[in-house]
Protein backbone atom coordinates (compact mmCIF):
# COMPACT_ATOMS: atom_id res chain seq x y z
CA UNK A 1 0.00 0.00 0.00
CA UNK A 2 2.91 2.05 -0.38
CA UNK A 3 1.28 4.20 -3.12
CA UNK A 4 -2.13 4.61 -1.26
CA UNK A 5 -3.85 7.78 -1.71
CA UNK A 6 -6.93 9.18 0.31
CA UNK A 7 -9.59 9.78 -2.16
CA UNK A 8 -11.64 12.48 -1.23
CA UNK A 9 -14.78 10.46 -0.97
CA UNK A 10 -13.50 8.92 1.94
CA UNK A 11 -11.69 11.87 3.61
CA UNK A 12 -15.07 12.83 3.83
CA UNK A 13 -16.36 10.33 5.34
CA UNK A 14 -13.67 9.82 8.03
CA UNK A 15 -14.28 13.80 8.51
CA UNK A 16 -18.11 13.06 8.37
CA UNK A 17 -17.50 10.67 10.92
CA UNK A 18 -15.09 12.89 13.31
CA UNK A 19 -17.33 15.42 13.25
CA UNK A 20 -20.34 13.24 15.32
CA UNK A 21 -17.09 12.20 17.68
CA UNK A 22 -16.04 15.62 17.86
CA UNK A 23 -19.07 17.17 19.48
CA UNK A 24 -19.51 14.37 21.61
CA UNK A 25 -16.30 15.15 23.32
CA UNK A 26 -16.39 18.93 22.88
CA UNK A 27 -20.21 19.03 25.12
CA UNK A 28 -18.47 16.91 27.65
CA UNK A 29 -15.15 19.06 27.84
CA UNK A 30 -17.28 21.86 27.99
CA UNK A 31 -20.11 20.36 31.13
CA UNK A 32 -17.29 19.48 32.88
CA UNK A 33 -15.24 22.95 32.63
CA UNK A 34 -18.40 24.93 32.23
CA UNK A 35 -16.60 26.71 29.37
CA UNK A 36 -17.30 26.76 25.79
CA UNK A 37 -15.96 24.77 23.44
CA UNK A 38 -14.34 25.72 20.02
CA UNK A 39 -15.75 23.05 18.00
CA UNK A 40 -12.76 21.46 16.02
CA UNK A 41 -12.84 21.03 11.85
CA UNK A 42 -11.38 17.51 11.49
CA UNK A 43 -8.38 17.79 9.18
CA UNK A 44 -7.68 13.85 7.74
CA UNK A 45 -4.28 13.15 6.23
CA UNK A 46 -2.84 10.10 5.35
CA UNK A 47 0.96 11.23 6.14
CA UNK A 48 4.52 9.47 6.58
CA UNK A 49 5.81 9.39 9.88
CA UNK A 50 8.08 12.66 9.35
CA UNK A 51 5.29 15.04 8.13
CA UNK A 52 3.31 14.60 11.57
CA UNK A 53 5.00 17.87 12.91
CA UNK A 54 3.77 19.85 10.06
CA UNK A 55 0.01 18.29 11.10
CA UNK A 56 -0.48 20.11 14.50
CA UNK A 57 -1.44 23.29 13.50
CA UNK A 58 -2.76 24.49 17.07
CA UNK A 59 0.31 23.87 19.00
CA UNK A 60 2.96 24.13 16.18
CA UNK A 61 4.29 27.71 17.60
CA UNK A 62 3.85 26.48 20.98
CA UNK A 63 7.66 27.10 23.00
CA UNK A 64 6.47 24.01 25.13
CA UNK A 65 3.97 21.22 25.04
CA UNK A 66 2.93 18.52 27.08
CA UNK A 67 1.82 15.21 25.85
CA UNK A 68 -0.37 11.79 26.48
CA UNK A 69 -0.28 8.58 24.54
CA UNK A 70 -3.13 5.87 24.34
CA UNK A 71 -3.48 2.90 22.33
CA UNK A 72 -6.39 1.20 20.90
CA UNK A 73 -7.49 -1.73 18.85
CA UNK A 74 -10.59 -3.69 17.72
CA UNK A 75 -11.42 -5.39 14.60
CA UNK A 76 -7.96 -5.53 12.96
CA UNK A 77 -7.57 -1.88 13.41
CA UNK A 78 -5.00 -0.05 15.32
CA UNK A 79 -3.64 3.16 16.80
CA UNK A 80 -2.61 5.68 19.00
CA UNK A 81 -4.63 8.91 20.02
CA UNK A 82 -2.15 11.38 21.00
CA UNK A 83 -3.16 14.65 23.47
CA UNK A 84 -0.97 17.32 23.00
CA UNK A 85 -1.32 20.47 25.19
CA UNK A 86 0.16 23.66 24.98
CA UNK A 87 1.80 24.32 28.52
CA UNK A 88 0.56 28.15 28.28
CA UNK A 89 -2.79 26.64 29.10
CA UNK A 90 -1.98 24.82 32.54
CA UNK A 91 -2.67 28.09 34.24
CA UNK A 92 -6.36 28.54 33.08
CA UNK A 93 -7.13 24.88 33.06
CA UNK A 94 -6.36 24.71 37.01
CA UNK A 95 -8.55 27.82 37.56
CA UNK A 96 -11.34 26.05 35.06
CA UNK A 97 -11.00 22.95 37.58
CA UNK A 98 -11.07 25.29 40.71
CA UNK A 99 -7.87 24.10 41.61
CA UNK A 100 -6.45 26.24 44.25
CA UNK A 101 -2.75 26.03 45.23
CA UNK A 102 0.69 25.76 43.52
CA UNK A 103 0.41 24.13 40.11
CA UNK A 104 3.44 21.72 40.20
CA UNK A 105 4.34 19.32 37.62
CA UNK A 106 2.96 16.38 39.34
CA UNK A 107 -0.81 19.21 38.68
CA UNK A 108 0.07 19.39 35.85
CA UNK A 109 -0.03 15.81 34.39
CA UNK A 110 -3.17 14.89 37.19
CA UNK A 111 -5.18 17.68 34.76
CA UNK A 112 -3.60 16.70 31.29
CA UNK A 113 -4.96 13.21 31.86
CA UNK A 114 -7.75 13.86 33.30
CA UNK A 115 -8.17 15.88 29.71
CA UNK A 116 -6.97 13.22 28.23
CA UNK A 117 -9.22 10.52 29.39
CA UNK A 118 -12.24 12.87 28.05
CA UNK A 119 -11.46 13.69 24.88
CA UNK A 120 -9.89 10.23 23.94
CA UNK A 121 -12.37 8.50 25.38
CA UNK A 122 -15.52 9.93 24.17
CA UNK A 123 -13.68 10.64 20.23
CA UNK A 124 -12.96 7.29 20.49
CA UNK A 125 -15.98 6.13 21.64
CA UNK A 126 -18.49 8.23 19.13
CA UNK A 127 -16.39 6.65 16.05
CA UNK A 128 -16.28 3.20 17.39
CA UNK A 129 -20.65 3.23 17.69
CA UNK A 130 -21.02 4.42 13.96
CA UNK A 131 -18.02 1.87 12.30
CA UNK A 132 -19.68 -0.43 14.18
CA UNK A 133 -16.35 -1.69 16.49
CA UNK A 134 -15.53 -1.65 20.16
CA UNK A 135 -12.20 -0.39 20.48
CA UNK A 136 -10.06 -1.51 23.85
CA UNK A 137 -7.87 1.07 25.03
CA UNK A 138 -4.69 0.89 26.60
CA UNK A 139 -3.47 2.75 29.60
CA UNK A 140 -2.54 6.45 28.63
CA UNK A 141 0.73 7.38 29.77
CA UNK A 142 3.00 10.65 29.93
CA UNK A 143 4.45 10.94 26.38
CA UNK A 144 6.73 13.92 27.40
CA UNK A 145 6.24 17.53 29.60
CA UNK A 146 7.59 21.15 28.91
CA UNK A 147 9.20 19.71 25.63
CA UNK A 148 9.60 21.22 21.91
CA UNK A 149 7.11 19.36 19.84
CA UNK A 150 10.22 17.76 17.33
CA UNK A 151 11.34 16.41 20.04
CA UNK A 152 7.81 14.97 21.64
CA UNK A 153 7.30 13.20 18.13
CA UNK A 154 10.88 11.65 18.33
CA UNK A 155 9.95 9.84 21.90
CA UNK A 156 6.76 8.07 20.23
CA UNK A 157 9.28 5.90 18.76
CA UNK A 158 6.19 3.75 16.80
CA UNK A 159 7.39 2.35 14.07
CA UNK A 160 4.80 3.01 11.02
CA UNK A 161 5.77 4.89 8.60
CA UNK A 162 2.10 5.80 7.57
CA UNK A 163 -0.75 7.01 9.14
CA UNK A 164 -3.93 7.93 8.59
CA UNK A 165 -4.24 10.96 11.11
CA UNK A 166 -7.34 12.86 12.34
CA UNK A 167 -6.14 16.32 13.96
CA UNK A 168 -8.83 17.40 16.48
CA UNK A 169 -7.78 20.77 17.50
CA UNK A 170 -9.64 22.17 20.83
CA UNK A 171 -9.58 25.61 22.07
CA UNK A 172 -11.97 26.75 24.55
CA UNK A 173 -13.69 30.21 24.18
CA UNK A 174 -12.36 33.12 25.91
CA UNK A 175 -9.07 31.41 27.45
CA UNK A 176 -5.94 30.28 26.60
CA UNK A 177 -6.12 26.47 26.47
CA UNK A 178 -5.61 25.10 23.65
CA UNK A 179 -5.10 21.26 22.49
CA UNK A 180 -4.14 18.97 19.81
CA UNK A 181 -5.75 15.49 19.67
CA UNK A 182 -4.60 13.46 17.09
CA UNK A 183 -5.90 10.08 16.17
CA UNK A 184 -3.16 8.13 14.22
CA UNK A 185 -4.17 4.75 12.46
CA UNK A 186 -1.63 2.08 11.15
CA UNK A 187 -1.03 1.85 7.47
CA UNK A 188 -2.65 -1.87 8.25
CA UNK A 189 -6.10 0.12 9.53
CA UNK A 190 -6.60 1.50 6.07
CA UNK A 191 -8.21 -1.52 4.56
CA UNK A 192 -10.39 -2.28 7.45
CA UNK A 193 -11.78 1.19 7.55
CA UNK A 194 -12.26 1.48 4.17
CA UNK A 195 -14.49 -1.72 3.83
CA UNK A 196 -15.62 -0.16 7.35
CA UNK A 197 -16.90 3.28 5.43
CA UNK A 198 -17.54 1.68 2.25
CA UNK A 199 -21.34 1.37 3.37
CA UNK A 200 -21.57 4.60 4.51
CA UNK A 201 -20.82 5.64 1.27
CA UNK A 202 -23.63 3.76 -0.68
Not at 140 to 157: C, M, S, V
Request: charged content about 20%.
Amino acid sequence: MTDEVLDEELRDCFQELSNVAVGRAADLLARLLNNFVIMPIPVVNLLERSELSMALSSVQDAQSVSAVCQGFTGSKIAGEALLIFNDASFTDMAELTHFKGEITEQIELELLMDIANILIGACLKGLAEQIDVSFSQGQPYLLGQHINIDELLNKNGASWKRLLTIELPYRLEGRAVNCDLLLLFTEDSLNVLRDKVSYLLE
